[in-house]
């Protein structure tokens, strides 16, 4: 079959999960990964789709139409112009995560600094930090093996020397741990959402992304926040829900920490900086 023919095949699949629009523009994604060839110039180009490519085609076809995150189907995806691998065990990086990194680059131009991220998972904040950054020292810390797995691989992949530590922020021996390293940056996007809030959500997040990192009790939704904000003796930035600026500011308030609110690029409050003061 020539791409010309398969082209409307293709968008008619994807239409039964996505809209027009996002199933043309997926389409197009999915046939430039397999046929290599630019977006641009797919519809001009008079080429048949081998049997392999057909083949690989139908297979990300059908795990889509399951309900599989496009950059899971891929294997990978980018973030600030870099490359990550990603698959369920580490979070899909979100646009809104970029501008958190922008607030720290733009704060701290020192030739010299020492970073931790806390909650990497596939480490795109660490490594984004590191390569524009070459000279900081930066960790990046996870309760998850597997995700540490997946960002020693990306800092591979993108040439950067992040450094990994498998631990859990809840216990007490991290922060000594933390301590020792004299760290004077923590950047951190954790788990935020309450577990009542699953039925909100959308199937493919809730069937693939994993919920150690996106979901906390309803009790405490802000627990990993409270155990920064009491541990950390240093710059701390961090992103949370659009619906929890009230939530962090009388957190934040109750700890006599000085803070900055900021929203994202669609005008939501959720990012802040705090400060802790000797």
């Avoid at 959308?202 to 693939?208: G, I, M, T």
């Avoid at 659009?242 to 409050?269: C, H, T, V, W």
Wanted: glycine share 4%; charged share 25%; hydrophobic share 40%.
């Amino acid at each position: 079959m020539q791409i010309q023919e398969f082209i409307p095949f293709l968008q008619q699949q994807l239409s039964l999960v996505y809209e027009p629009e996002e199933a043309k523009h997926i389409g197009f994604i999915l046939l430039e990964e397999v046929m290599l060839i630019k977006r641009t110039h797919l519809p001009l180009i008079q080429k048949e789709i081998g049997l392999v490519e057909e083949e690989k085609l139908t297979q990300y076809i059908v795990e889509l139409q399951q309900g599989k995150p496009l950059q899971y189907v891929l294997g990978y995806t980018w973030f600030k112009d870099l490359v990550f691998k990603v698959n369920e065990n580490v979070l899909i990086p979100r646009p809104e995560t970029e501008e958190l990194v922008n607030w720290v680059l733009m704060d701290n131009p020192q030739e010299k600094l020492k970073v931790l991220d806390i909650g990497t998972g596939s480490g795109c904040i660490a490594i984004t930090l590191a390569k524009q950054r070459p000279n900081w020292e930066i960790w990046g810390l996870d309760i998850s093996e597997k995700a540490i797995d997946i960002a020693a691989e990306n800092a591979k992949y993108n040439k950067t020397n992040t450094q990994f530590k498998c631990a859990s922020i809840l216990d007490n021996a991290t922060w000594e741990w933390i301590e020792t390293q004299k760290i004077d940056v923590i950047v951190s996007n954790p788990p935020y959402i309450p577990e009542a809030d699953k039925t909100a959500m959308h199937a493919n997040v809730l069937n693939y992304e994993p919920h150690s990192a996106l979901f906390v009790s309803d009790e405490r939704p802000l627990l990993f926040y409270e155990k920064i904000a009491d541990s950390a003796k240093t710059m701390c930035y961090v992103e949370f829900a659009y619906n929890q600026e009230q939530a962090m500011i009388d957190l934040l308030k109750s700890k006599n920490l000085k803070f900055e609110m900021r929203n994202d690029m669609s005008g939501n409050p959720r990012m802040c900086k705090w400060e802790y003061i000797k």
